[in-house]
């Protein structure tokens, strides 16, 4: 019922930034929140940032004051704004939302993001 689509990952420099987008179509009734995740060769998917859908932002320490997440509800989309990418940063993207009541997560199909030294 609800399809994520992504958009915005490549390959960068350090330091550089990227702002990935994610579009959420279908049926969509209650969002709980909507999120971004990634998950580097080797290591277990991890949150990376997350927006309620009263606006509440939750971000990993990692990323916490380089990184933004934000919404527009008009385009049913969230945002992420990646600043001073580090290498560590390297990882696929992965686009989430939850919705009410069911709890159901739907998962975008990930981008790939790239930080060269």
């Known amino acids: 019922q609800v399809q994520l689509v992504e958009s915005g990952g490549g390959l960068v420099q350090a330091g550089g930034s990227l702002r990935l987008s994610c579009a959420a179509s279908?049926?969509?009734?209650?969002?709980?929140?909507m999120g971004w995740y990634r998950q580097a060769p080797g290591k277990q998917r991890e949150l990376v940032a997350v927006?309620?859908?009263?606006?509440?932002?939750n971000y990993a320490d990692s990323v916490k004051d380089r990184f933004t997440i934000s919404k527009d509800n008009t385009k049913n989309t969230v945002y992420l704004q990646m600043n001073s990418l580090k290498p560590k940063d390297t990882a696929v993207y992965y686009c989430?939302?939850?919705?009410?009541?069911?709890?159901?997560?739907?998962w975008g199909q990930g981008t790939q993001v790239t930080v060269s030294s």
């Open positions: 989430n939302a939850e919705l009410l009541p069911t709890g159901y997560h739907y």
């Open positions: 279908g049926t969509i009734f209650n969002i709980n929140s």
């Open positions: 927006i309620t859908s009263g606006g509440s932002t």
